[in-house]
């Protein structure tokens, strides 16, 4: 009856229309959550990455594989695998009604459509290696913006425009290559399964009329018919299956970037080391320690020193020294490759990194405020800071009088409408390090970006910052630590003088030369 007919239409897309929801559903949970995790683990994974990677990686390939990657990965899982899904459920369906109709067509139908596969395949091998280019020069042209756009004043100040948009021509063309060839290449799948699904209605015709002109009675006019309509759904899913290779293909190039860094080498686990340092002294002793950032480049050779609790210690000497070297060691940026750093007699090999940090400040060359309020940017990972230290830091190195002008006072955000110089930025990172208060204090070239007057102040802080503790300065300008209890003065990852200063001068050796050549004109 037509009734019947009319109703089980109306269940049939009743359920469509719920499978369809169902199937939205699922792909947009499945793919937000795989995007989310993707984004969670590469979070935990940068935080167990030793400095080494940083320092080998640009930080906009690192960016790039975070959010390029990520995305390109999730526009594929949101477009394709649903089409990819309706097309294998048509797909199958399809083959099941051929087979049903006629077994030789079917043979017919489907062998053609694997010159298909063979095209394709052909195709995907020499278009792959294109999206994997592809990728990774995203990530080099990131990188290079950012560096470029980060640094922009340096780079019209040394007129190094024309240089530098070379630079970026060269990434340009490369990614416009990959591209282009990753583009055309699995374009030409579309054009490819349109031939073999001409091809197939004509072998059907072929082999149908053969059949016919033959009495054959298993093949009739409308089975011909019914297999051009078979043939057409069949390449159907062929057909989306080409075009989604192509995303398909993009994200598998991202996948290896993202899989790449979740893969990379971590620092080792810690997690059974539970030595702590009670009630901390701050003597500190390296002993025959040796490092190299690779083993053909030994930096440190044979470093040992023994440093009281409370002493201002100085490390100088020219570039390249191992200056900056040795207290990456002490820290635990890195680890050394032979000897052993103690801190108050433990080795800091039975410490956790985490441990080893929280015994230091760090004031360095390069200041770093985030996008925050100056209360925020003060207090950074400290809890339950009061305005009256608040105050004392900021007096202690002259800002107090900066923040009270401010509308909002600590309140206030910080930005780029407030123009900070760089030796005010550097006055926030030494009260950020007074605020903390940490047992040992590591200062590198700290008031490098201040003016005489506000150097004046800054000293006269970190001074005060400095007793009791046991501190480490890198000084270029030898005249900032001539009240350093001891010089340690490295040349070539070996400490070759030491002593006050005082005691160096008269001894008129390397140091002597060192800090007169500051005075002597050439």
């Not at 083959?95 to 459509?113: A, D, E, P, Q, R």
Request: aromatic fraction near 10%; include cysteine.
């Amino acid at each position: 009856k037509v009734e019947d007919v009319c109703f089980t239409l109306l269940i049939i897309y009743g359920i469509s229309a719920v499978l369809n929801y169902g199937q939205q559903f699922i792909t947009a949970t499945v793919t937000q959550y795989t995007s989310k995790r993707l984004r969670s683990d590469i979070d935990e994974k940068i935080n167990r990455l030793p400095l080494r990677f940083f320092d080998t990686t640009t930080k906009g390939d690192i960016l790039s594989r975070i959010t390029n990657d990520v995305d390109t990965i999730s526009q594929t899982l949101s477009t394709s695998s649903a089409n990819l899904i309706s097309s294998l459920a048509l797909f199958i369906g399809v083959i099941y009604k051929m087979f049903i109709t006629n077994g030789i067509l079917s043979v017919v139908t489907i062998v053609s459509s694997l010159l298909g596969f063979v095209f394709m395949a052909f195709i995907l091998k020499k278009s792959q290696k294109y999206f994997v280019r592809k990728q990774s020069d995203l990530g080099k042209m990131n990188g290079h913006i950012e560096e470029i756009y980060t640094n922009h004043n340096i780079v019209h100040a040394f007129g190094a425009k024309q240089i530098e948009t070379e630079k970026f021509n060269e990434i340009n063309e490369r990614l416009y290559d990959s591209n282009w060839k990753s583009q055309f290449l699995s374009g030409m799948m579309h054009p490819v399964m349109t031939f073999v699904g001409n091809l197939a209605y004509a072998l059907i015709f072929i082999v149908g009329v053969a059949f016919i002109v033959n009495d054959n009675d298993a093949v009739t006019l409308g089975t011909i018919t019914a297999f051009v309509i078979y043939s057409k759904q069949f390449s159907s899913p062929l057909t989306t299956f080409a075009q989604s290779m192509t995303q398909i293909q993009q994200a598998s190039a991202a996948s290896k970037r993202v899989f790449e860094l979740l893969e990379s080498e971590e620092m080792p686990d810690e997690s059974a080391k539970t030595q702590v340092i009670e009630n901390v002294k701050g003597d500190v002793e390296f002993k025959n320690v040796k490092f190299g950032y690779s083993p053909e480049k030994i930096i440190i050779h044979d470093f040992s020193a023994k440093l009281k609790s409370g002493q201002k210690v100085a490390i100088v000497g020219p570039t390249g020294a191992g200056k900056t070297t040795m207290v990456n060691l002490l820290m635990r940026f890195y680890d050394i490759d032979d000897g052993d750093i103690l801190i108050d007699g433990i080795s800091t090999k039975s410490m956790k990194r985490e441990s080893v940090h929280d015994l230091f400040d760090m004031i360095l060359q390069d200041t770093w405020l985030f996008n925050g309020t100056i209360r925020e940017n003060l207090v950074y990972n400290n809890t339950d800071v009061s305005d009256d230290v608040l105050d004392n830091a900021c007096k202690a190195v002259g800002l107090k009088h900066f923040i009270e002008t401010l509308p909002q006072g600590y309140d206030t955000v910080l930005s780029d409408s407030l123009n900070l110089s760089e030796g005010q930025k550097q006055q926030f990172t030494i009260a950020r390090a007074i605020i903390k208060d940490s047992p040992l204090l590591f200062l590198d070239e700290a008031t490098s970006s201040v003016d005489t007057r506000t150097e004046l102040v800054i000293q006269k802080a970190m001074d005060e910052l400095t007793q009791g503790r046991t501190s480490f300065v890198i000084a270029h300008r030898l005249s900032t630590i001539k009240n350093a209890d001891i010089i340690l003065v490295m040349k070539d990852g070996d400490i070759i003088e030491q002593g006050s200063h005082s005691e160096l001068i008269s001894q008129n050796g390397f140091y002597a030369d060192l800090y007169n050549s500051q005075f002597v004109p050439a």
